[in-house]
């Protein structure tokens, strides 16, 4: 089984960037094992990719999206500079130049009820300012 599970040893940003990166490479040599098995059972005729066609490397013209919170901005660019250096990597090896291609991006769901919450805050005080005296008047 094949699970997308990543269990981090704690929950910084950068740990859990690492288990990211860790858990991609991972799941690339299970890949492997598999077409193995597969092959040995069924022969060559099937489309499982090899763990060459599953690296780092292939994250390159990427768009990440995230939360907004630092801690998700964070992550997302630490792990976004792990894969940088794996193309980057792999771009000397081949003795080509790299340009930056990773795209990071917030999640407009969340970014939405970031605005949307700053919104009602600063509309709550407006109107509390407006409204102070009938509001007092009121028996909660």
Known sequence: ML??????????SKTVSKAIV??????????DRWRDVHEDMYGMMHDIPSSDDMD????????VSSDGCNAARRTSTNTVEAFEAAI???????????????????????MRNVWIGALVKHLSKYLNGI??????????
């Open 56 to 63: 780092l490397t292939k994250f390159k013209g990427a768009v």
């Open 22 to 31: 860790e858990t991609i490479k991972e799941k690339a040599e299970l890949l």
């Open 131 to 140: 409204l102070h005296e009938d509001l007092s008047k009121i028996n909660f």
């Open 88 to 110: 980057e990597a792999a771009a000397a090896e081949e003795g080509e130049e790299y340009e930056p291609l990773i795209v990071i991006v917030g999640c407009f769901h969340h």
């Open 3 to 12: 699970s997308s599970c990543i269990f981090p040893e704690d929950e910084r």
